[in-house]
């Protein structure tokens, strides 16, 4: 893989008598993998160097020579060769002493990266050493925080952990995994310390205004952009869904107080919210039947039963709007619908059988007759 994965060869050389399978891994162990992650055989000279283009880009202050190296542990690192990428940032961290520069900005930097490489490594003590040398040169550093708080969290030093994660939210309150940590973490606080927890903790430094300010101005990546509006839009689904269960929860408790009107209104903000739910339609159909607006009951019923082909609160309550509207035809085979798919629910539509026989249709086919009055009959629960 590049340069920085090609072994020197041995001097003895390979064993002529080397098995295939044996011979099979050592070409694999020498397949280069250029940088768009397809698996190429040997190059040429030429897509060779092609290949390596991409130590060449500008890495801060670093003069080429220390970039290049840099680049180079960030190649093997974005490909899971974590020890490797630490050796390349360990070359340029000295690297940087040998030539005298002391830009604190790069040499945060690459104490930053190589303790994500021991942070992968497992190698937590370590990590927590290189966070430590990176916030020194840099303060407030968001990623060597982060990193350090995750090897604290390793070691379970969770007061420690706690305090760093605080400090990344004050600076981005868009970690998700800081929130998660600290949720973690307080409830490992809570058992470890009691509910006097908060007391045994280091302070939480307070993170200037402009190092807050400098973040958010600071252009984000592609992945930050897409991981910003991605939680955006959670944040926004988890708002509607709070509002909709607090209307939801007012119109239920309007409807009981027979305050029918406003909760017609809550049930019509909840399905501007949510237009996709049938209870809701159910609903506000019992408040538009109280308020004899059997018109527009009947539409939410239709829209209900279109969303629940089988729901019986929405057959039942279509059914009573169709009463209003003295429409027994429609009613006859409402009911006698609902009650083929909810025989247990015959005794609610007892209340109903007037409203089906009370008017005659010349319309209406002898067998439609034979069922009516066969409905008439059955005896009431």
């Not at 020890?83 to 945060?108: F, H, M, V």
């Not at 407030?140 to 760093?164: C, G, I, N, W």
């Not at 409402?334 to 005659?360: D, F, G, I, N, Q």
């Not at 067998?367 to 409905?375: H, K, M």
Request: charged share 30%.
């Amino acid at each position: 893989m590049g340069n920085a994965q090609e072994k020197p060869p041995d001097s003895r050389g390979p064993d002529r008598t080397t098995t295939t399978a044996v011979g099979a891994m050592e070409n694999r162990r020498r397949t280069k993998v250029i940088p768009n992650g397809n698996d190429e055989g040997t190059q040429s000279p030429r897509c060779h160097a092609a290949d390596e283009s991409y130590l060449d880009a500008p890495a801060g202050g670093l003069p080429p020579h220390l970039a290049r190296i840099k680049n180079e542990g960030n190649y093997l690192f974005k490909h899971g060769q974590f020890g490797d990428a630490l050796e390349k940032y360990s070359q340029a961290i000295d690297g940087c002493a040998q030539a005298g520069i002391s830009n604190p900005e790069d040499l945060c930097i690459l104490y930053s990266n190589r303790a994500a490489c021991y942070l992968k490594d497992g190698n937590s003590a370590d990590c927590i050493e290189d966070c430590t040398k990176a916030l020194q040169l840099q303060p407030f550093f968001l990623k060597a925080l982060l990193r350090r708080a995750m090897a604290y969290e390793t070691l379970e030093r969770y007061s420690k952990a706690y305090v760093d994660y605080k400090t990344v939210l004050q600076i981005d309150t868009g970690v998700q995994a800081a929130h998660d940590s600290v949720h973690r973490i307080t409830r490992m606080l809570i058992e470890q310390d009691g509910l006097e927890w908060r007391e045994k903790l280091p302070e939480i430094p307070t993170v200037p205004l402009a190092v807050q300010r400098e973040h958010r101005e600071k252009p984000a990546s592609v992945q930050q952009a897409q991981a910003r509006a991605a939680r955006a839009l959670q944040e926004e689904a988890r708002r509607k869904e709070s509002r909709l269960s607090v209307l939801k929860h007012e119109g239920n408790g309007l409807v009981k107080e027979g305050h029918f009107e406003d909760a017609l209104h809550k049930y019509s903000q909840c399905l501007a919210l949510k237009p996709d739910d049938c209870a809701l339609f159910t609903n506000r159909a019992i408040c538009l039947l109280k308020l004899s607006r059997f018109q527009e009951a009947k539409q939410d019923c239709d829209s209900a039963l279109r969303l629940e082909p089988a729901n019986k609160k929405a057959f039942y309550r279509r059914a009573l709007a169709h009463k209003g509207l003295q429409v027994p035809a429609c009613d006859c085979s409402t009911v006698l619908k609902m009650e083929r798919m909810h025989p247990s629910h015959t005794c609610r539509m007892t209340t109903y059988r007037p409203a089906v026989t009370c008017r005659r249709s010349s319309n209406w086919t002898p067998t439609s007759r034979r069922r009516i009055r066969s409905y008439w009959r059955s005896p009431p629960c």
